[in-house]
């Protein structure tokens, strides 16, 4: 059974530019998180999809958008993007949308932003 | 709002000394509460967990108790090995039924480094 996968791995924009992450949910399941996690802090909630619509959102503005396919893989979408985006983009996937269920975490993209 | 309180790192030991990360949260309500271990370049694994008051979690030699009158949840192992250096986090949801659907949210971590 193949994990969750995210790409890229690490990513360099400057400030004011546009970015697309990717993940590839675990087989199966249905629910694909979103967290973004600042160096030296915890992963914080962004958004959560769930049979392709968003299910919940965290504190992150709307240039933070997302999308999840029929295959239930995901995207995360930044605009606009500041200084303090850079982060570890996590995702996680699980079987359930209400938390009763494991979340399994991707390895993350690295985002920098210059 | 939800929260989480980790104690400050980080955290360096000898192999198979005994360990101690504090772990308090600020929740209205009952939450279910965690342990995730980040191995370098890896995602979050899910370490234990427990759902009610008085539950004990419990994996690989590591434990935490929930305790609702003191709103905690320390992680501990009796004797570390060099393997278990890592960054934790304790982290909290809510329960099936909820509006939380299922997010969770993390303290900030901890990082463990064990010597030999």
């Known amino acids: 059974e193949t994990g969750v996968t995210q790409s890229p791995t690490h990513l360099i924009k400057t400030r004011g530019q546009q970015v697309t992450l990717r993940c590839s949910s675990q087989?199966?399941?249905?629910?694909v998180s979103w967290y973004q996690q600042a160096l030296g802090q915890g992963p914080q909630f962004i958004f959560q999809?769930?049979?392709?619509?968003?299910?919940g959102r965290g504190n992150f503005p709307p240039r933070f958008s997302g999308l999840q396919f029929p295959n239930y893989s995901s995207e995360l979408n930044v605009n606009a993007l500041e200084l303090d985006d850079s982060a570890l983009y996590l995702c996680?996937?699980?079987?359930?949308?209400?938390?009763?269920?494991?979340?399994?975490f991707g390895p993350g993209t690295r985002l920098t932003v210059l | 709002g939800d929260s989480v309180t980790q104690m400050e790192g980080p955290v360096t030991l000898s192999e198979e000394a005994f360990l101690t990360i504090n772990c308090t949260y600020t929740?209205?309500?009952?939450?279910?509460l965690f342990w995730y271990v980040q191995y370098p370049g890896e995602g979050l694994q899910l370490l234990l967990k427990?759902?009610?008051?008085?539950d004990k979690g419990s994996n690989k030699g590591f434990e935490a108790t929930y305790r609702k009158e003191t709103t905690s949840f320390h992680l501990e192992k009796g004797s570390v090995q060099v393997s278990d250096s890592a960054v934790y986090f304790c982290?909290?949801?809510?329960?099936?039924?909820?509006?939380?659907?299922?997010?969770?949210?993390f303290g900030q971590g901890t990082i463990l480094t064990v010597h030999p």
């Open positions: 996680a996937s699980s079987l359930d949308s209400r938390g009763r269920r494991e979340q399994f």
């Open positions: 087989s199966g399941h249905n629910t």
């Open positions: 999809y769930y049979r392709e619509e968003e299910n």
């Open positions: 929740a209205t309500g009952y939450p279910s």
């Open positions: 427990a759902t009610k008051a008085d």
């Open positions: 982290a909290l949801s809510f329960q099936p039924g909820g509006t939380s659907y299922g997010k969770l949210t």
